[in-house]
C-alpha cells in the first residue's frame, strides 16, 4: 500500500479524500493556488504545495506543478478526485512517466470515455444501447439543420468535449438548431477548448440514473447499483439519489449488466460511472462513462455500505477487488443535495463572498456533510461554487427525505446566498415525494424562476409561537440585568402582539416550567427550549415535538428560517403595535430604467445600441459567469438612452449596463 499520495483537487473532494488515506493510514500531500492558502483542505492534509495563482488554469489544472509537487513531497501516487486533471490522459501519461500512480483508471479507458462520440460508437459495440442520433461532427448551423431534420426534432445539439452540463442545447426546430449550434460550440470552446458538436435525439420526459461500476486490474468488474439524478438546474445535477425509484429489479439488472460490459470493453480498472437517460417506459440509453469519482458518490457509498475512495487506492494499489457481484447488497435509502453559493430567489444567480456563519448539521449515522469549506473562509469567484455536498440516509425514501428536511432546517450559512430554501421546497415537492421526476422537473414546475411564495410555511402558528417565546425570553432577560430600583422593577407583560406577513396575531405568553405557553387564536403552544439569546440555532419542542429554527434578530425584527421558508416577525407591546400600524410605508427606489448585471460576471457582448428601440425578449448583452454564457433580454419594449458599460468590463451584481429612455420603459 502507498504511504504518501497527492491530492490534485480543492474543496469538498480533496477534504473527503484526505479524511479516507488518513483511515487507512497513508500520509496525505494537499496542493493548493494562492487563492487556497487558508482553504480548509490545506488545512486537513498532512503536507501542502503552493501551485500557483488563484485561475486553475494556472495552478490546479499545471500538471507540471503537481508532478513536481509530487517528486518534491514523495507522494507515490495521485487522486484526482472530480474535475480538473481528473480525466486527463496527458497528466496520467505524465505521472507515469515518472513512476506515480494515477488513483483512477488506466489512459485507454480515459481516452476513449472523454470522447463523447467515440464513446457513443465504443458503447454501440459493446452492445450498450444508445440514444438515436449522428455521431458526425458538426461543420457549420446548417450541417446542423440537415441532421436534426433527419432525426427529427427535438434534438439536442452537445459538445464532444462537454462536461457539467456545460456546451448543450436542446432545439425544437431549425431557427434554435442554428442558435444552439453556436452556443453550444462558443461555450465548448470557451470552457474545454475543443468546439466539436453533434447532433443527438432529444429523449423527451427523460430522467438520469447512472450506474457505479467497480473494477480491479485482476479482471473483476462489479456494479453497485444506480443513483438517480434527474433533478437538475440546465443539466446541472442538484439533487441525487439512490436507489431510483422508478427502477425495477429487472431494468437494474440489465442497466447494471450493460454498464460492466462497457467497463470490460476499455478494461476499465477503479470506480467509474456510466450514465444512462431513460425514458418513461423504462427504456434506457447510454449518455457518457465518467472514468473518476462522481460528486454525488455518497448516496452509493451509504446504501452499499463501501468507502468508494477506499476501493480507488486498493485498485490503484493492485490489490483485487475482497467481494463479488453476489455480495453487493444495496440497504435502505440515501439522498445526497448539493448546497450551493447562489440566490435561488434571483434567478440562482451565483453568490461570492465570506462565509461570516457557517455551522452545518451535526453529522450522525443517518447525516453526512462534505464540505471544504469553514466559518470565515471565503467562496471565490474562480472555482466552483458549491459549499456542501448534505446526505441524509434512512431505511425508507421517506425516511432519507425526512432526515434531508431536518438537516436543512439545522444548516447555518450567512454571508453569502445559498440555495437551502430551494432544496427544501423540492423536498416537499408532490412530484419529488411520489418519485415522479424528470430533468425537466424543475423547469416545468419553476418555469419563471423560484420565489419565496413557492415555499409558503404551512404551519404559521408554530413561527408565531416561537417568536413569542424569543421575544419573551429576551424581555424577561433584560428585565432581570437592567438596573432595578426598588418599587420600580421592569414588569414584563403576557399580552403582545406578532407582526408576520403584514397581520397582526394577538398572543398570550406565560411563564411554564422549561420554556413558555403561547395562546394563540385559543390554542395553547407549549413551547420548550434552553435557547438563549445569541444562539442562531432555536432547538426545541412545540407541544413535545422537536423543532428547529434559525433565529437572527435584525434591528426591530426577528428572521425565522425554517423548512425553508423565511419570515421577519416584529413582537410588539398592544400599545406599540397599534401606533406601528400608523408608520408611513418606506418605498423602493425605481430602478426599471436600467438594465443591471444579475451576476458578477464578464461583460462578452453588448448588443444593444444607443438610440435603439428594443423590443420585448430582444438580446440585449451577454455576460459570462462560471464559464456559462448568460444572455440578458429586453423585459419590456423600450428605447436605449446610454450605454454605461462596455465588453471586456467585469460586472459586478446591479451594475448598470445600460440605461432606457426614461418613459420609454
Ligand atoms: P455532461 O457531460 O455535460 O454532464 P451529459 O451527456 O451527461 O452531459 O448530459 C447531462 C444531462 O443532459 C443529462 O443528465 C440529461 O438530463 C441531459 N441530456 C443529455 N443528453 C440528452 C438527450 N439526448 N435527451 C434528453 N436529455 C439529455
Known amino acids: 500500500m502507498f504511504k504518501k499520495i497527492l491530492i490534485a483537487n480543492r474543496g469538498e473532494i480533496a477534504c473527503r479524500v484526505i479524511k479516507t488515506a488518513r483511515k487507512m493510514g497513508i500520509q496525505t500531500v494537499a496542493v493548493y493556488s494562492e487563492a487556497d492558502r487558508d482553504a480548509l483542505h490545506v488545512e486537513l492534509a498532512d503536507e501542502a504545495v503552493l501551485i500557483g495563482p488563484p485561475p486553475s488554469a494556472q495552478s490546479y489544472l499545471v500538471m507540471e506543478r503537481i508532478v513536481q509537487a509530487c517528486k518534491d513531497t514523495g507522494a507515490e501516487a495521485v487522486h484526482p478526485g472530480y474535475g480538473f486533471l481528473s480525466e486527463r490522459p496527458a497528466f496520467c501519461e505524465m505521472l507515469e512517466k515518472e513512476g506515480i500512480v494515477f488513483i483512477g483508471p488506466k489512459v485507454k479507458a480515459i481516452e476513449a470515455m472523454g470522447d463523447k462520440i467515440t464513446s457513443k460508437k465504443l458503447a454501440m459495440e459493446a452492445g450498450v444501447s444508445t440514444v438515436p442520433g449522428c455521431t458526425d461532427v458538426i461543420q457549420d448551423a446548417e450541417h446542423a439543420q440537415a441532421i436534426a431534420r433527419d432525426i427529427g426534432y427535438p434534438v439536442m445539439l452537445k459538445a464532444t ?223 466552483d461554487p458549491m459549499i456542501a455536498k448534505l446526505i441524509t440516509y434512512g431505511a425508507t425514501r421517506d425516511r432519507a427525505i425526512a432526515h434531508m428536511r431536518d438537516a436543512l432546517n439545522e444548516f447555518f450559512i450567512r454571508g453569502v446566498q445559498h440555495n437551502i430554501s430551494f432544496l427544501a421546497a423540492l423536498m416537499v415537492h408532490t412530484r419529488f415525494m411520489t418519485g415522479r421526476i424528470s430533468t425537466n422537473m424543475i423547469a416545468e414546475e419553476y418555469p419563471t424562476g423560484f420565489y419565496a411564495s413557492d415555499v409558503p410555511h404551512d404551519d404559521p402558528a408554530l413561527l408565531i409561537s416561537v417568536a413569542a417565546f424569543l421575544h419573551r425570553r429576551y424581555m424577561d432577560r433584560a428585565a432581570q440585568i437592567s438596573g432595578q430600583l426598588l418599587g420600580h422593577e421592569r414588569k414584563v407583560g403576557n399580552d403582545w402582539v406578532v407582526l408576520m406577513c403584514d397581520r397582526h396575531h394577538p398572543v398570550r405568553v406565560d411563564p411554564a416550567e422549561g420554556g413558555y405557553d403561547v395562546i394563540y387564536m385559543g390554542e395553547v403552544y407549549q413551547v420548550r427550549s434552553d435557547w438563549q439569546f445569541g444562539f442562531p440555532l432555536f432547538k426545541g419542542t412545540l407541544n413535545g415535538t422537536a423543532i428547529c429554527i434559525q433565529v437572527e434578530r435584525r434591528d426591530m425584527h426577528y428572521r425565522l428560517f425554517h423548512w425553508g421558508s423565511q419570515a421577519d416577525v416584529m413582537v410588539l407591546s398592544p400599545r406599540v403595535a397599534e401606533l406601528q400600524a400608523l408608520m408611513p410605508e418606506k418605498e423602493l427606489p425605481d430602478l426599471s430604467q436600467y438594465l443591471l448585471s444579475p451576476m458578477p460576471g464578464l461583460l462578452t457582448k453588448l448588443t444593444a445600441q444607443v438610440g435603439q428601440e428594443v423590443k420585448a425578449g430582444e438580446e440585449l448583452a451577454v455576460i459570462e459567469a462560471m464559464k456559462m454564457e448568460n444572455v440578458l433580454r429586453a423585459e419590456h419594449d423600450a428605447k436605449v438612452a446610454k450605454l454605461l458599460a462596455a465588453p471586456g468590463d467585469s460586472l459586478a451584481v446591479d451594475q448598470p449596463i445600460l440605461e432606457f429612455e426614461s418613459g420609454s420603459v
Open 161 to 383: 468535449a462537454g462536461g457539467g452540463g456545460k456546451g448543450m442545447r436542446i432545439a425544437w426546430n431549425d431557427a434554435e438548431c442554428a442558435d444552439g449550434f453556436e452556443r453550444a460550440s462558443n461555450e465548448a470552446r470557451s470552457s474545454f477548448g475543443d468546439d466539436r458538436v453533434f447532433v443527438e435525439k432529444y429523449i423527451e420526459e427523460p430522467r438520469h440514473i447512472e450506474i457505479q461500476v467497480l473494477g480491479d486490474s485482476h479482471g473483476h468488474i462489479v456494479y453497485l447499483g444506480e443513483r438517480e439524478c434527474s433533478l437538475q438546474r440546465r443539466h446541472q445535477k442538484v439533487i441525487e439519489e439512490a436507489p431510483s425509484p422508478f427502477l425495477d429489479e429487472k431494468t437494474r439488472r440489465a442497466m447494471g449488466e450493460q454498464a460492466v460490459a462497457l467497463a470490460r470493453a476499455v478494461d476499465y480498472q477503479s470506480a467509474g460511472t456510466v450514465e444512462f437517460i431513460v425514458d418513461a417506459k423504462r427504456n434506457f440509453y447510454f449518455l457518457e462513462m465518467n472514468t473518476r469519482l462522481q460528486v454525488e458518490h455518497p448516496v452509493t457509498e451509504f446504501i452499499t455500505g463501501l468507502d468508494l475512495v477506499e476501493q480507488m487506492i486498493r485498485v490503484a494499489a493492485g490489490e483485487p477487488l475482497s467481494f463479488t457481484q453476489d455480495d453487493v447488497k444495496l440497504k435502505g435509502w440515501a439522498i445526497e443535495a448539493r448546497v450551493y453559493a447562489e440566490d435561488p430567489f434571483r434567478n440562482f444567480l451565483p453568490s461570492i463572498g465570506r462565509l461570516v456563519k457557517y455551522m452545518p448539521p451535526q453529522e450522525s449515522e443517518v447525516v453526512r456533510v462534505d464540505t471544504g469549506v469553514y466559518e470565515g473562509g471565503e467562496v471565490s469567484m474562480y472555482y
